[in-house]
């Protein structure tokens, strides 16, 4: 079965801090890739990174980082020095080619982040 | 450039009306999908269209009909919709055609609300 979880329903933060937000997935494929999406208050789902399943490298790009752990199952994501227009909501998402799957984007329940100037 | 539009940004729709979600795109990507997003809630696909061809329907009931005129444009055309309908739409598309773990890349969405 393909699953992901992020267990935060919400955070709230202060402006300046870093914030992590949790990924945890389960798929039995060895070939597989996760992505993040962002989704600001307008409704757009906006791309964040795509990792593949064999590519464990952090990866950071300006104030956001991404930290892939196959030990774990986990792709957590985390802003550094926050900002309000980073209020949003964020999901997560899994996609694979195994045979219950056909690239569908299977997403996480989302992390509602707000931070407070 | 990976735009994707879609318009109306917001529909109201009485029980006994037909209307129509444009998805627009014209960055070349060969799959384009309707996702339906309920408040509070991560987006349920609900149609796939590779080269212009459906794919996927997700047991979506026929009251909602889609089409792809070509491979730029996606329509979903409403009929007899419920109250529960009302939702965000939303429209994405990828570069290669289904069956691929290609990013998809979506549109601002359409609010509807079924009166």
């Known amino acids: 079965a393909q699953k992901v979880t992020q267990a935060q329903t919400e955070i709230s933060v202060v402006e300046k801090e870093d914030v992590t937000l949790d990924c945890v997935y389960e798929t039995r494929d060895t070939t597989y890739y996760l992505f993040w999406y962002k989704q600001p208050p307008s409704g757009e789902l906006v791309f964040l990174i795509r990792?593949?399943?064999?590519?464990?490298q952090n990866e950071i790009s300006g104030r956001y980082s991404w930290n892939f752990q196959k030990s774990t199952s986990s792709f957590n994501f985390t802003i550094t020095a926050s900002q309000v227009v980073d209020s949003a909501v964020y999901f997560c998402?899994?996609?694979?080619?195994?045979?219950?799957?056909?690239?569908?984007?299977?997403f996480g329940q989302g992390t509602t982040l707000q931070v407070k100037p | 450039d990976t735009e994707v539009t879609q318009t109306p940004k917001h529909l109201v729709m009485g029980m006994t009306n037909k209307k129509s979600l444009k998805c627009e795109q014209h960055m070349g990507h060969r799959a384009m999908y309707w996702y339906k997003q309920k408040a509070k809630k991560p987006p349920e696909l609900m149609f796939v269209y590779s080269y212009e061809k459906l794919s996927i329907n997700e047991s979506v009931p026929s009251r909602f009909s889609p089409e792809c005129p070509n491979s730029s444009l996606l329509n979903l055309h409403l009929h007899a919709l419920q109250p529960e309908d009302s939702a965000l739409y939303l429209c994405?598309?990828?570069?290669?055609?289904?069956?691929?773990?290609?990013?998809?890349?979506f549109g601002p969405g359409t609010r509807l609300t079924v009166l």
């Open positions: 998402a899994l996609s694979n080619l195994g045979s219950s799957n056909t690239g569908k984007l299977i």
């Open positions: 990792r593949n399943s064999f590519d464990e």
């Open positions: 994405a598309s990828s570069p290669l055609a289904i069956f691929s773990t290609d990013t998809q890349y």
